[in-house]
Nanobody, 120 residues
């Protein structure tokens, strides 16, 4: 089983920056994909950014050029650096980890979410 814990959310004015962190722990042999999702108020959860085991990244169009996803494989940790934040970035941000244990069993685990509020 894999546990995922996010941190780093908060309130910031438009144009500001925040850095989210997500640490995975438990019966992890390898992690293939780490990603960030968000759920704006009254909307469905949406994919924000993804990073694979070989370092490939992808972003939703609305955050390209402003957000950067990175991972520290040695620490089983993924980060989301968010710059030039806009009110429409306000959401609960969730980390998702797809991992395998030593038996080859695959697990997809979610964190509890961290609130990001962008408001003047």
């Amino acid at each position: 089983q894999v546990q995922v814990v996010e941190s780093g959310g908060g309130s910031v004015q438009p144009g500001g920056s925040l850095r989210l962190s997500c640490a995975a722990s438990g019966s992890i042999f390898s992690i293939s994909v780490m990603s960030w999702y968000r759920q704006p108020p009254g909307n469905q959860r949406e994919l924000v950014a993804i990073v694979t085991s070989n370092g490939s990244t992808n972003y939703r169009d609305s955050v390209k050029g402003r957000f950067t996803i990175s991972r520290d494989s040695a620490k089983n940790t993924v980060y989301l650096q968010m710059n030039s934040l806009k009110p429409e970035d306000t959401a609960v941000y969730y980390c998702n980890v797809i991992a395998r244990d030593s038996l080859g069993n695959a697990f997809g685990s979610w964190g509890q979410g961290t609130q990001v509020t962008v408001s003047s």
